[in-house]
């Protein structure tokens, strides 16, 4: 390991070596990181570590090899076989270069690491080349590591395998400290090779044919798309995306799923699907939902692509608890069957369509990805009551997604933001704050009902 003015050289060798088919998840995200490119560095996740106590590099760049040698989805790479499928090439030996960066004294230390992270996050990965799917920054002051970035490639690892990595760098750098030399237990989960040795295996072939299944009757009964073609002539730059700070929504939301006993997403994809089937005309509103797919113990702690999409069909009509209800039930199912195939999945949707003789627009989406502690008290209706209504901001705007409309809701500095992404082809750009607020409302409604 070797310390210059550029960077830290971190050499590390693995036990396994070599190729193995991909992963559903990994083909699953491939498919929209590959449609991207060279755009694809917009799926980077960029996570920031303050270390508790300053360490010497060398010791950092130790830390750095063991999470390097541990989770082989960071040494992994991509190659395409002859047919155009993906394949997962492991690298057992190689080196990662740290960056190192000296903190201004005049900034704090978040201020830095929020900086450098932008900086990493901005930077594609030649997923088909032969560099690591990771990258790590070390933040210097007087010498000594005081803080850290690693940025990862969202086909090495989605949201909770990159939060895994940290936590992993994390106990590494503390057992660094107490113990220099002996190493923590690894954390379970099993190596992308295991999980697609697995899923060529005859329980996840099961479970594949189940979730097709699902899928193919939930596609027979939907709309072929919400907006029709000729919609209007949009924006010259297309894609829109709004935000709007909603702590009244989260708030209302964990108040009505005690209300109508479901879950604080299910109010607010309920009222979602009630404020589309008004604006569209439909009956039946599809929308696509995000799966994390980490429902046992091999996956939970894994560092690796997981994430699939779902599909939940939602009603309009109705007594807002039973619609609620509904959504909570379709969910459940959903989620309980969202581990696939997507080769299996993407010949069940061209069947639909051929009987149709008609193409399926399955680009409106949903992702409820706020940190919700499982088993919280509900809060205060005392605080909904003194809730502001949150302020509205453009947050970008995209030449081309690959995507329709994404409704998305999470937490950011410390706030709760719904996002909406639309064509505006499809809504306009003037309809975004609205449709946020409309849909808010109608989750306030339904708390103080």
Request: charged share 25%.
């Amino acid at each position: 390991m070797d310390g210059g003015s550029a960077g830290l050289e971190v050499r590390f060798e693995g036990a396994a070596d070599g190729s193995w088919p991909a992963t559903w998840g990994q083909r699953t995200i491939w498919e929209p990181i590959s449609w991207y490119a060279p755009d694809d560095h917009y799926f980077n996740i960029a996570l920031t570590l303050a270390l508790r106590r300053p360490v010497p590099p060398a010791d950092f760049a130790a830390v750095v090899r063991a999470l390097l040698e541990r989770h082989e989805s960071l040494r992994t790479a991509y190659r395409l076989d002859a047919g155009g499928g993906l394949r997962q090439r492991l690298t057992a030996a190689g080196t990662l270069t740290v960056r190192l960066v000296e903190a201004d004294a005049a900034q704090e230390l978040a201020q830095v690491l929020e900086r450098e992270a932008a900086a990493d996050k901005a930077v594609r990965f030649d997923l088909l080349g032969d560099g690591l799917p990771v990258r790590v920054t070390a933040v210097l002051a007087e010498g000594q590591v005081t803080g850290a970035v690693v940025t990862v490639a969202h086909i090495a690892a989605d949201g909770t395998g990159a939060q895994v990595v940290l936590d992993d760098l994390r106990r590494l750098l503390a057992q660094q400290r107490r113990r220099p030399g002996v190493l923590p237990p690894p954390v379970p989960g099993r190596q992308p090779r295991e999980q697609a040795a697995y899923e060529s295996g005859p329980q996840a072939t099961a479970r594949s044919a189940a979730a097709v299944a699902l899928w193919s009757r939930q596609l027979t009964g939907i709309p072929a798309s919400l907006w029709p073609e000729d919609a209007g002539p949009g924006e010259e730059v297309r894609w829109w995306e709004g935000e709007l700070g909603c702590e009244r929504l989260d708030l209302a939301s964990r108040l009505a799923a005690v209300r109508t006993g479901t879950s604080a997403s299910a109010v607010v994809l309920a009222a979602l699907g009630q404020e589309l089937a008004e604006r569209t005309g439909f009956a039946e509103v599809p929308l696509k939902v995000i799966l994390g797919n980490r429902v046992n113990e091999e996956q939970r702690t894994a560092v690796g692509a997981f994430a699939q999409n779902g599909l939940v069909v939602l009603g309009a009509s109705g007594d807002f608890g039973e619609l609620a209800r509904k959504a909570w039930r379709a969910q459940l199912q959903t989620s309980r069957h969202g581990h696939y195939d997507p080769g299996a999945l993407a010949e069940a949707v061209a069947a639909e369509e051929k009987r149709r003789g008609a193409a399926l627009d399955l680009n409106a989406l949903f992702n409820d990805h706020r940190e919700t502690e499982h088993g919280a008290a509900a809060p205060d209706p005392a605080e909904l009551t003194a809730a502001e209504r949150g302020g509205f901001r453009w947050r970008s705007r995209w030449a081309r997604q690959d995507c329709r409309f994404f409704f998305g809701l999470g937490q950011h500095a410390g706030r709760t933001c719904a996002t909406l992404l639309v064509d505006t082809r499809s809504v306009p750009a003037a309809e975004v704050e609205p449709l946020l607020r409309a849909v808010e409302e109608r989750v306030v409604a339904a708390a103080q009902a």
